[in-house]
C-alpha cells in the first residue's frame, strides 16, 4: 500500500483524477479501461523473464503488483455489491472492505496473476453494467461509507470514488512494475573480425 493516503474529494496530484470532471458514462468508461491497464500490466509482466516480478515489493511496506491487482478486483467486486445494498435499503450503512486484512487472509501475494487478471476484468464489466443504469435520482441516494472517515456518501460518488481506486492503482501497478522488471537486454552482436590485406 503506498505511503500517502490518497484525497477522496477534488483533484489527486498522484495519479491525475478529478472528483469534479465527467459524466457518470465517461467515469464508468474510463473505469474499465483502467481496470484492463491494470490486467495488462500484471499479466505481460508475469510472462516476461521473470514470472514472480509480480509478487515483488519495491519496499517492504509498499505491495506488490499482483497485491495491488488483487486490491482493484476486489474493490470493484465490494463497490458493486454496495450500489446493489444502496438500491435495496433505505439507508444502507457499508461494511468496512477490510482492505488490508484480506492481503494476508486471502494470501494476494500467492493468487495466479492470470486468474486475478481475469477476474479484475470481469469485476470492472460487472460494475460497469450497474452502474450505468442508475438515474440521476439513485445516484444522489446516500449511505454511510466508512472510509477514509465515517461518512454519508452518495451512490454517485462511490462510483466516481471506484473509478479513483481504479485509476490511482494502475499507476501504482505500473509504478511499481517500473522500478522491478528486469530490464531486458538486448544480446551482444557478434564482433566481424577484420579481415587484414
Not at 491494470?38 to 516480478?53: E, F, R, S, W, Y
Not at 477490510?98 to 492481503?103: E, I, Q, Y
Not at 461518512?151 to 466516481?160: D, E, F, H, K
Request: a negative charge; aromatic letters at 6%; proline letters at 8%.
Amino acid at each position: 500500500m503506498s505511503k500517502q493516503q490518497p484525497p477522496v474529494d477534488g483533484y489527486c496530484e498522484q495519479c491525475g483524477f478529478s472528483y469534479d470532471t465527467g459524466d457518470l458514462q465517461g467515469t464508468v468508461t474510463l473505469l474499465i479501461r483502467q481496470a484492463a491497464d491494470c490486467a495488462m500490466a500484471l499479466t505481460k509482466a508475469a510472462a516476461g523473464p521473470d514470472a514472480n516480478v509480480v509478487r515483488l515489493r519495491p519496499e517492504p511496506e509498499v505491495w506488490s503488483a499482483i497485491e495491488y491487482a488483487c486490491h482493484v478486483r476486489d474493490v470493484l467486486e465490494v463497490q458493486r455489491l454496495r450500489i446493489a445494498q444502496c438500491l435495496a435499503e433505505d439507508r444502507p450503512v457499508y461494511a468496512p472492505m477490510d482492505r488490508t486484512g484480506r492481503v494476508k487472509q486471502q494470501k494476494y501475494e500467492d493468487q495466479d496473476p492470470m486468474e486475478v487478471a481475469a477476474a479484475l476484468m470481469r469485476f470492472a464489466r460487472e460494475f460497469g453494467a450497474a452502474a450505468r443504469v442508475l438515474q440521476p435520482q439513485q445516484l444522489g441516494k446516500l449511505g454511510l461509507y466508512n472510509y477514509p472517515v465515517r461518512a454519508p456518501r452518495t451512490l454517485g460518488w462511490i462510483i466516481r470514488h471506484t473509478a479513483h481506486e481504479i485509476q490511482h492503482h494502475r499507476h501504482d501497478i505500473t509504478e511499481i512494475l517500473a522500478k522491478v522488471e528486469p530490464p531486458i537486454v538486448p544480446k551482444p552482436r557478434p564482433v566481424e573480425e577484420e579481415v587484414a590485406d
